[in-house]
């Protein structure tokens, strides 16, 4: 037999004061703040590593970038910083390390560890900052020679979001570069120069300055440390101040070695280098392959093919017509020399 409609309500109530008792009667909060309770820690944890003074770094962990800091900079940064404690709401009162460790707990941090664990030839310590990390197998919070990673996503900017929509339109503009305005390409073209002509400065000048301060004191300088890194962010690429020499001072021996190929090399460069004439017909060839380049357009390259046809049909013309009269003029001539020949025929006759 089918419920009637008031059986039903019945039974829906009935199962609704079930699901009121089985709940804990001491917790007033409903269901959903308590869910919304739990996402404390990811927004504490979303505000920390948004925060620019938590110095962190880039490392490889199991073939994935990941962002790192030590547990040491984690103490003294909620030090300096104790109103993030804010965003905990009800846990605000709790320790660094009772944070940390339910950061750990709920996955939103991991403990690593250096691969390398011993100290390579030629350097007195162990990296402060390692490339590559591993896994720790106990995964609780400590302040020594420890290191953290971030394992959620990070939220994406408004700048990354705009820059996206940005790429596409940039490699179309990229692509219809030849129907450019004359002027427009001059632009480009110029500041494309430069800018390839400052990144090979910067690069020869902090060569230069690392191997004369190399040869003359013994010691590593790197000006822009980071300018070639592949894991270093858009803020690290940039720093001026180089690190901080780790390594031996080098021998004397292999100094005045290098320095003599240096003298050597340039000496070497200095005698084969191109004279005036030389670099002039370079820049010539040079200027006519970018004048080419500058200097297309399709209206040019339509008129250009139009011309070479109406060019080829003039010829041809041309040549049918001087094919037609010299066929012509060898049949009058072919005419002639037959006339001719029968009228000496009729002289020999009558002769006879």
Same mark, same amino acid.
């Given at each position: 037999?089918?419920?009637?409609?008031a059986?039903?309500?019945?039974?829906r109530?009935s199962?609704?004061s079930?699901?009121?008792v089985?709940? @804990?009667?001491?917790?007033d909060?409903?269901?959903?703040?308590?869910?919304?309770?739990?996402?404390?820690?990811?927004?504490?944890?979303?505000?920390?590593?948004?925060? /620019?003074?938590?110095?962190?770094? *880039?490392?490889?962990?199991?073939?994935?970038?990941?962002?790192?800091?030590?547990?040491?900079?984690?103490?003294?940064f909620? /030090?300096?910083?104790?109103?993030?404690?804010?965003? &905990?709401?009800? @846990?605000?009162?709790?320790?660094?390390?009772?944070?940390?460790?339910? +950061?750990?707990?709920?996955?939103?941090?991991?403990?690593?560890?250096? #691969?390398?664990?011993? %100290?390579r030839?030629?350097?007195?310590?162990?990296?402060? *900052?390692? !490339?590559?990390?591993?896994?720790?197998?106990?995964?609780?919070?400590?302040?020594?020679?420890?290191?953290?990673?971030?394992?959620? %996503?990070?939220?994406?900017?408004?700048?990354?979001?705009? +820059?996206?929509?940005?790429?596409?339109?940039?490699?179309?503009?990229?692509?219809?570069?030849?129907?450019?305005?004359?002027?427009?390409? &001059?632009?480009? =073209?110029?500041?494309? !120069?430069?800018?390839?002509? +400052?990144?090979l400065?910067? +690069?020869?000048?902090?060569? !230069?300055?690392?191997?004369?301060?190399?040869? %003359?004191?013994?010691?590593?300088?790197?000006?822009f440390?980071?300018?070639?890194?592949?894991e270093?962010?858009?803020?690290?690429?940039?720093?001026?101040?180089?690190?901080? @020499?780790?390594?031996?001072r080098?021998? *004397?021996?292999?100094?005045?070695?290098?320095?003599?190929?240096?003298?050597?090399?340039?000496? &070497?460069?200095?005698?084969?280098?191109?004279?005036?004439?030389?670099?002039?017909?370079?820049?010539?060839?040079?200027?006519?392959?970018?004048?080419? #380049? =500058?200097? *297309?357009?399709?209206? &040019?390259?339509?008129?250009? $093919? $139009?011309?070479?046809?109406?060019?080829?049909?003039?010829?041809?013309?041309?040549?049918?017509?001087?094919?037609?009269?010299?066929?012509?003029?060898?049949?009058?001539t072919?005419?002639?020399?037959?006339?001719?020949?029968?009228?000496? @025929?009729?002289h020999?006759?009558?002769? $006879?």
């Open positions: 037999m089918k419920k009637s409609g059986e039903k309500k019945k039974a109530r199962s609704a079930v699901q009121n089985s709940r @804990d009667p001491g917790s909060t409903p269901p959903r703040k308590q869910a919304a309770k739990k996402d404390v820690f990811q927004l504490f944890a979303e505000k920390v590593r948004d925060h /620019k003074d938590l110095v962190s770094r *880039w490392a490889v962990l199991q073939e994935t970038r990941v962002e790192y800091f030590r547990g040491k900079d984690f103490v003294s909620m /030090k300096s910083h104790p109103e993030l404690k804010e965003t &905990l709401e009800s @846990d605000r009162n709790l320790e660094t390390e009772d944070i940390a460790d339910i +950061l750990l707990q709920k996955n939103l941090l991991v403990r690593c560890d250096r #691969v390398v664990k011993t %100290v030839p030629g350097k007195k310590k162990l990296s402060t *900052w390692p !490339a590559h990390l591993e896994i720790f197998p106990d995964q609780v919070f400590s302040e020594n020679d420890a290191f953290f990673a971030w394992t959620f %996503v990070k939220r994406r900017p408004l700048w990354q979001t705009i +820059l996206s929509f940005i790429w596409p339109v940039l490699t179309l503009a990229i692509c219809l570069f030849p129907v450019y305005p004359h002027r427009c390409k &001059l632009i480009i =073209l110029y500041c494309c !120069a430069g800018v390839l002509l +400052l990144i400065s910067l +690069l020869l000048l902090r060569a !230069a300055i690392f191997g004369a301060v190399w040869i %003359v004191l013994g010691k590593r300088v790197w000006f440390p980071n300018i070639l890194a592949e270093a962010t858009l803020r690290e690429l940039f720093r001026f101040w180089p690190k901080k @020499d780790e390594e031996e080098a021998k *004397w021996t292999s100094r005045l070695f290098y320095a003599i190929v240096a003298m050597l090399v340039i000496l &070497l460069l200095r005698h084969h280098a191109p004279n005036e004439a030389a670099r002039l017909r370079y820049q010539k060839r040079m200027s006519n392959i970018i004048d080419d #380049v =500058l200097e *297309w357009s399709p209206s &040019l390259a339509l008129s250009g $093919m $139009m011309e070479k046809q109406t060019f080829n049909a003039t010829e041809n013309n041309n040549f049918s017509s001087e094919s037609n009269a010299t066929s012509h003029s060898e049949t009058v072919s005419a002639d020399e037959t006339e001719s020949f029968e009228e000496s @025929d009729r020999e006759n009558d002769s $006879m």
